[in-house]
T-cell receptor
Framework: TQLLEQSPQFLSIQEGENLTVYCNSS?????LQWYRQEPGEGPVLLVT?????EVKKLKRLTFQFGDARKDSSLHITAAQPGDTGLYLC???????????FGGGTRVLVKP | DTEVTQTPKHLVMGMTNKKSLKCEQH?????MYWYKQKAKKPPELMFV???????INESVPSRFSPECPNSSLLNLHLHALQPEDSALYLC?????????????????FGDGTRLSIL
């Protein structure tokens, strides 16, 4: 069974600060997806990383996939209150389209 | 706005009722999913349909019965649910890639149906 550990579980910061969320596993994933979920809504896809060592930027968000494709990180620069939400990482195995979700990180950015 | 549409948004039902949740997508995706999400937890996979055929059932109790009438629609029929089944039920869809590319297809989620069992 593939497991994804996400840390921290909760993060509360002031507007303008930076933050990093980590997603770690002992298993190799074919790809890893990051989602953000707001209350009352479904998860919204932010990015998919596929290649070991890959770095993708989405405005103030930087996503990195580990060289061994076992871990990933999400870094937010100069966080805004609009970044508040539940961040979920999800890994896909080679077998197919089944995702393994991390436990989620609840981010609160205070104005 | 999400491209995966789920109805109803909210549902309250008794333990003896029969109801159905509906999901629709028009992105041409051939893989569709049902997830259950409890408060402050990640989504848990229930079922996967690939080309309108059930490919994964994560040992879900038979009181949940999925159906995929065509490539755009996915239903979840509910009967004799328990209070612990109260949760947000999410539908998702994705492209069905080939070979190694199959696992790189991102999933697109609807906003869910919030289900309360009395």
């Amino acid at each position: 069974t593939q497991l994804l550990e996400q840390s921290p579980q909760f993060l509360s910061i002031q507007e303008g600060e930076n933050l990093t969320v980590y997603c770690n596993s002992s298993s190799v994933f074919s790809s890893l997806q990051w989602y953000r979920q707001e209350p009352g809504e479904g998860p919204v896809l932010l990015v998919t990383v596929v290649t070991g060592g890959e770095v993708k930027k989405l405005k103030r968000l930087t996503f990195q996939f580990g060289d061994a494709r076992k871990d990933s990180s999400l870094h937010i620069t100069a966080a805004q209150p609009g970044d508040t939400g539940l961040y979920l990482c999800a890994g896909a195995g080679a077998a197919g389209n089944k995702l393994t979700f991390g436990g989620g990180t609840r981010v609160l950015v205070k104005p | 706005d999400t491209e995966v549409t789920q109805t109803p948004k909210h549902l309250v039902m008794g333990m003896t009722n029969k109801k159905s949740l509906k999901c629709e997508q028009h992105m041409g995706h051939r893989a569709m999913y049902w997830y259950k999400q409890k408060a402050k937890k990640p989504p848990e996979l229930m079922f996967v349909y690939s080309y309108e055929k059930l490919s994964i059932n994560e040992s879900v109790p038979s009181r949940f019965s999925p159906e995929c009438p065509n490539s755009s629609l996915l239903n979840l029929h509910l009967h004799a649910l328990q209070p612990e089944d109260s949760a947000l039920y999410l539908c998702a869809s994705s492209q069905e890639g080939q070979g190694a590319g199959r696992s790189n297809q991102p999933q697109h989620f609807g906003d869910g149906t919030r289900l309360s069992i009395l």
